[in-house]
T-cell receptor, first 111, second 119 residues
């Protein structure tokens, strides 16, 4: 089955700096890669996703890149704000298969 | 759009009680709903996948007689934790998705979870 590794497990940045979270996956059949943000005591919220037919996708301060050859994908948050503080999960799936989540990154943005 | 409501948000009950958690898709029809369990500071662990009108598919190690799942309509799935014990205390989260012809690779939309505490 699919295995998704996520790094780092914790990340502290100063407000206004950028944050980068990296993930790797093992199943070359995976072709859909969503990213979720989970605030304390709440369910995960989809913030951006990318499909394998594109290498990069951007939505305001958030961008995701995908390297299919290396089986890497990354989340980039620019101009971080305190409200970006949360746990972020990457995930991978293929077609109608279940989603495999990474282990999560706790992001702390220091004002 | 794509709102998933989960109820209740928190349950505290005595050991031996059965607890039912509801998951509703409010503004879309969900062909498939997923139930997850999450321990503190850990990732989401898939418990089961439920498709409307059919039996749920449980992940390895998840007791189907312990965690009863019903998905009777395209907007409602329920998880019943039967004869709950302290070790069942956890954060349970549901998600919903719509699959269809040509609609693979759709995002899951999550509820806000249920904090279950068994005394």
């Amino acid at each position: 089955g699919e295995n998704v590794e996520q790094h780092p497990s914790t990340l502290s940045v100063q407000e206004g700096d950028s944050a980068v979270i990296k993930c790797t996956y093992s199943d070359s059949a995976s072709n859909y890669f969503p990213w979720y943000k989970q605030e304390l005591g709440k369910g995960p919220q989809l913030i951006i996703d990318i499909r394998s037919n594109v290498g990069e996708k951007k939505d305001q301060r958030i961008a995701v890149t995908l390297n299919k050859t290396a089986k890497h994908f990354s989340l980039h948050i620019t101009e971080t704000q305190p409200e970006d503080s949360a746990v972020y999960f990457c995930a991978a799936s293929g077609g109608y298969q279940k989603v495999t989540f990474g282990t999560g990154t706790k992001l702390q943005v220091i004002p | 759009g794509a709102v998933v409501s989960q109820h209740p948000s928190r349950v505290i009950c005595k050991s031996g009680t059965s607890v039912k958690i509801e998951c509703r898709s409010l503004d879309f029809q969900a062909t498939t709903m997923f139930w997850y369990r999450q321990f503190p500071k850990q990732s989401l662990m898939l418990m089961a996948t439920s498709n409307e009108g059919s039996k749920a598919t449980y992940e390895q190690g998840v007791e189907k007689d312990k965690f009863l799942i019903n998905h009777a309509s395209l907007t409602l799935s329920t998880l019943t934790v039967t004869s709950a014990h302290p070790e069942d205390s956890s954060f349970y989260i549901c998600s919903a998705i719509t699959y269809g012809a040509g609609l693979s690779n759709q995002p899951q939309h999550f509820g806000d979870g249920t904090r279950l505490s068994i005394l």
